[in-house]
């Protein structure tokens, strides 16, 4: 198994502008997590999907972050518009059905916002 | 709802010497209790968990934690570290739901 993919690797990009983050789950995984880790804040959770539906999603910092996951196999994290503190790592991951799972993450974004 | 501490934000340790990466949680409710290490550039990787059963948890690379529920404790610990053990430590609890709640993370530098 691949593991989760996330892409792009590293992002650069200017104020203002739209920035699309892609995540692959695991095949088979139910739960789908967004994560952003700063140097000041740590490991914050964005929002998180079960079975492709969102269901919490308290940790979107404002309306300018929007996620979807139109099927099993793919996720998007979407800024628009971007803003320098924005910039962070922006992880992806995923885990099979279970509350005592393990979360399996992706290798992250690093999203700069110049 | 739940929460992590980790006193301690770096730990340096020479090579070969012991090492114990400390964290304490609060919960209303019995937990789910796991280490994730972080290397640089890479997302994080599940060292151990506890679940529930005997309170020593043995993980990879050689770490092992115990979980200690009067003292609402999980330490970290392995007896010997190498050099590429240097890397970031998180540890993270769930009372069951779906949400893990991470620590501020430990940095451990290995030192020759």
């Known amino acids: 198994d691949a593991g989760v993919i996330q892409s792009p690797r590293h992002e650069v990009t200017e104020m203002g502008q739209e920035v699309t983050l892609r995540c692959k789950p695991i095949?088979?995984?139910?739960?789908l997590f967004w994560y952003r880790q700063t140097m000041m804040r740590g490991l914050e959770l964005l929002i998180y999907f079960n079975n492709n539906v969102p269901i919490d999603d308290s940790g979107m910092p404002e309306d300018r972050f929007s996620a979807k996951m139109p099927n099993a196999s793919f996720s998007t994290l979407k800024i628009q518009p971007s803003e320098p503190r924005d910039s962070a790592v922006y992880f992806c991951?995923?885990?099979?059905?279970?509350?005592?799972?393990?979360?399996?993450f992706g290798p992250g974004t690093r999203l700069t916002v110049l | 709802a739940q929460s992590v501490t980790q006193l301690d934000s770096q730990v340096p340790v020479f090579e070969e010497a012991p090492v114990e990466l400390r964290c304490n949680y609060s919960s209303s409710v019995s937990v789910y209790l796991f280490w994730y290490v972080q290397y640089p550039n890479q997302g994080l990787q599940l060292l151990l968990k506890?679940?529930?059963?005997?309170?020593l948890v043995k993980g990879i690379n050689g770490f092992e934690a115990e979980f200690n529920k009067s003292q609402t404790s999980f330490h970290l610990r392995k007896p010997s570290v190498h050099i590429s053990d240097t890397a970031e430590y998180f540890c993270a609890v769930t009372g069951g739901g779906n949400k893990l709640t991470f620590g501020t993370g430990t940095q451990l530098k290995v030192e020759l």
């Open positions: 506890y679940l529930s059963g005997s309170t």
């Open positions: 991951a995923s885990r099979g059905p279970g509350g005592h799972n393990e979360q399996f």
């Open positions: 095949s088979g995984h139910d739960y």
